[in-house]
C-alpha cells in the first residue's frame, strides 16, 4: 500500500478544497479509508472515515456538515470535499487504510498513513 494525498493548498476562509488520498500499489477496497489532521503543536484528530463500501460514514464534529468523504473503488482514490474552510481548518491532513471494512475514529486501527497533504485557511 501505498497512499498519496494531494489536494491541499492556501485558501481564504469560506472557501473549499478537496483533497485526495490515492493508493497507487494495492487496491484498498476491503478497508475503510479515513482522514485525521495535526495542526502545530496539537495532537493528530480524526476528520471522517468511509467504509469499503462507501454505504457508511463518520465525521468528527468539526467536520459534520461541512465536509464529505466519498470513495471510488475503481480508481483507489478516497475523497474529503472541504467547505467553508476556517483558519481553525489549518492542518496537515493525513489519509489512512483501516485494517479492516469497518470505520473507526481510532488512529490504531489504521495500518497504512500517507504522507499528508498541508492545508492552509487565512482569514
Known amino acids: 500500500v501505498q497512499l498519496q494525498a494531494s489536494g491541499g493548498g492556501s485558501v481564504q476562509t469560506g472557501a473549499p478544497l478537496r483533497l485526495s488520498c490515492a493508493n497507487s500499489?494495492?487496491?484498498?477496497?476491503?478497508?475503510?479509508v479515513g482522514w485525521f489532521r495535526q495542526a502545530p503543536g496539537k495532537e493528530r484528530e480524526f476528520v471522517s472515515a468511509?467504509?469499503?463500501?462507501?454505504?457508511?460514514?463518520k465525521y468528527s464534529q468539526i467536520a459534520e456538515g461541512r465536509f464529505t468523504i466519498s470513495r471510488d473503488n475503481s480508481k483507489s482514490t478516497v475523497y474529503l470535499q472541504m467547505n467553508s474552510l476556517k483558519p481553525e481548518d489549518t492542518a496537515v491532513y493525513y489519509c489512512?487504510?483501516?485494517?479492516?471494512?469497518?470505520?473507526?475514529?481510532?488512529?490504531?486501527?489504521?495500518?497504512?498513513w500517507g504522507q499528508g497533504t498541508q492545508v492552509t485557511v487565512s482569514s
Open positions: 489512512a487504510v483501516g485494517r479492516g471494512s469497518w470505520i473507526t475514529s481510532d488512529a490504531q486501527n489504521y495500518a497504512y
Open positions: 468511509i467504509s469499503w463500501s462507501g454505504g457508511s460514514t
Open positions: 500499489r494495492r487496491t484498498f477496497s476491503n478497508n475503510a
